[in-house]
């Protein structure tokens, strides 16, 4: 008998499948409030206020206010958009492009594919954080340019593994019978391969999600991402640490709304990434 | 396997060449003309005259091949070029610093793996107990904490509540402390969650089953032999580990000013010192192909059963 063996309960597929929806349900109900709620917001979130600086939580500013007397809540409120959708829409673009990349290069092989994986050989080569900190510190401070630094190497992952599941599926009959049929090869990419593998690599991409807003998050907060006065929740946290001591709130009340954000997403991507291990084991 | 390590070396080269031509292609994406920026970073009010001059002298009117074969001509010999702000050679700027991220990683490394090594295995050994459970919950939330985000709440806690630390670290043993913690979390975290499962998928094995079938007794199967076994993909994890530590590293040494190369290149950053962001760029891809190759090596050495690619 194995000593270490233990009669562990192990979650059922049923429960693996209604643990995702619920983290799907709230990270749907994140997006959703970020969507909503710059209409929402109890003040102005840019309105400077002299006689609130660094107010504590009070009747006007239900979080406080930080050194310009903005409201702390509104400027969270706000930057949810910003933190949530650019993290989103980034894994999103690399996603397509990355995978798009990965199918020609897997479909059609020779000088295309050798091009392309050795131009994803040389962005592997490169820690990412690093990367996209010169490029953004290269390009200057914007979100669009902390998108594109953080894209730039982010799209590797998803040609990679395009490109092995079109290699596999290359010379299935399914596929073979298509060709026959006389469609062209862009047609059979996708509508035959695409749909096959798009499992697989959506998976991958639930899971980085929280990932690339821990990175733009990064930049922002390293002056080279989103840049004040627009509130995003990097760029928040940077510029009131200064004042940490004299208004907390100011400080923690994005932290925390980055921590609640990012763990959901990471759950999210593990309960997405167990679901379909054990879908596809079974 | 010295075969192995050539071919290894040989597949380097084209790599190399890329990654130097994307580091040269840095200087080309900024916005702006490089002599111009070069005299602005100096802090001369500058003339058309000098612009055109000191183009000459740089060379960027040479074309872009030209540019780049001299430059990485000069990478060659160990010059990465001087410094825009005050003429340094960037090396003499980089060497320095780099000891110093050097010092600050190797120290977040051994704390992450002080903690998650024990932790790990405990964890996998007494999984779904009470303490697995645990520190599942904390290695998830450590996972989830952005570098910056624990440096601030160290600080705040730490520094500001409890007096226990100076602010700012400034290259001093004491200062060491907050900056290896704020990275060394988040790693920990990591390793903790990637040891216990390495160790899970061990212990579950039949030989397990076997030697303790022949009367072996438990901890010296789990010391003696699932350790050694999951010893190969600890080391993988270590590898994997080091791009986002040098990552990492940036935010950190900015917020605590340790004298790194982080800190450095953040500097440079912000006063559009171009050649050291290149430099720093560069050292850091160079550092990196060099761990994944160290790491695969050691993995060939440690289980020869790993097919070589």
């Known amino acids: 008998m194995n000593p270490f063996r233990k009669k562990t309960k192990q979650l059922t597929r049923e429960q693996l499948r209604r643990r995702m929806l619920i983290l799907l349900g709230l990270a749907g109900i994140l997006c959703v409030f970020a969507l909503v709620a710059p209409y929402l917001t109890p003040n102005d979130p840019n309105l400077p206020n002299a006689a609130y600086m660094n107010a504590a939580p009070c009747k006007e500013f239900p979080l406080g206010a930080d050194r310009y007397g903005r409201c702390v809540l509104s400027r969270v409120m706000i930057g949810a958009r910003t933190s949530i959708f650019s993290a989103v829409a980034l894994v999103f673009l690399t996603f397509v492009a990355g995978s798009l990349l990965g199918m020609l290069s897997g479909w059609y092989g020779g000088v295309l594919d050798a091009v392309i994986m050795r131009v994803a050989d040389i962005f592997l080569a490169f820690p990412q954080m690093v990367l996209a900190i010169a490029v953004a510190g290269v390009l200057g401070g914007s979100l669009l340019n902390a998108m594109i630094a953080l894209g730039i190497a982010g799209w590797t992952i998803y040609a990679r593994l395009a490109r092995v599941h079109t290699m596999a599926l290359k010379n299935e009959p399914f596929i073979l019978a298509a060709r026959m049929n006389g469609s062209s090869g862009l047609s059979i990419l996708l509508r035959h391969i695409l749909p096959n593998m798009i499992g697989p690599l959506l998976v991958n991409a639930v899971t980085q999600i929280g990932t690339t807003m821990i990175g733009i998050a990064g930049l922002s907060f390293l002056g080279l991402g989103v840049v004040p006065p627009n509130a995003e929740w990097g760029s928040m946290i940077n510029e009131a640490r200064a004042y940490v001591q004299l208004a907390p709130w100011s400080v923690f009340v994005p932290a925390v709304a980055v921590i609640i954000t990012v763990m959901v997403f990471n759950y999210l991507g593990d309960a997405v990434r167990d679901y379909s291990d054990v879908s596809e084991a079974k | ?309």
């Open chain 2, 1 to 309: 396997m010295t075969k192995y390590i050539g071919r290894r070396l040989l597949s380097l080269i084209p790599i190399l060449i890329g990654i130097t031509f994307l580091t040269f292609l840095l200087m080309y994406i900024a916005p702006g003309d490089a002599a111009q920026k070069k005299l602005t970073a100096q802090g001369v009010a500058v003339t058309q005259e000098q612009i055109e001059h000191t183009r000459e002298e740089m060379g960027l009117n040479d074309p872009f091949l030209v540019q780049y074969g001299k430059w990485f001509g000069n990478v060659l010999t160990g010059d990465l070029g001087t410094s825009y702000k005050d003429n340094m050679s960037v090396s003499s700027k980089l060497g320095p610093a780099f000891q110093r991220t050097l010092i600050l990683a190797c120290s977040s490394l051994v704390l992450a793996l002080l903690v998650s090594i024990p932790t790990g295995i405990f964890s996998a050994v007494y999984q779904g107990g009470f303490w697995d459970h645990f520190f599942r919950l904390l290695s998830f939330i450590g996972n989830s904490l952005p570098n910056f985000l624990i440096s601030i709440l160290l600080m705040y806690f730490l520094c500001i509540k409890l007096h226990m630390f100076p602010v700012i670290a400034t290259g001093s043993v004491q200062g060491l402390f907050l900056p290896t913690l704020a990275l060394g979390i988040p790693l920990a975290s990591r390793f903790v969650r990637q040891i216990r499962a390495e160790v899970l998928e061990e212990i579950g094995k039949d030989y397990v089953t076997g030697l303790s079938a022949r009367g072996v007794r438990s901890s010296w199967i789990l010391f003696r032999n699932v350790l050694r076994n999951a010893m190969s993909a600890i080391l993988t994890i270590i590898g994997l580990s080091i791009g986002g530590l040098m990552g990492g590293s940036v935010v950190v040494e900015t917020i605590f000013s340790w004298p790194g190369v982080g800190k450095l290149a953040m500097d440079s950053i912000t006063a559009r010192d171009y050649p050291v962001i290149q430099g720093f760029v560069l050292i850091m891809a160079l550092v990196y192909v060099l761990i994944n190759l160290l790491t695969d090596l050691c993995h060939h050495w440690l289980d020869p059963r790993v097919e070589l690619e």
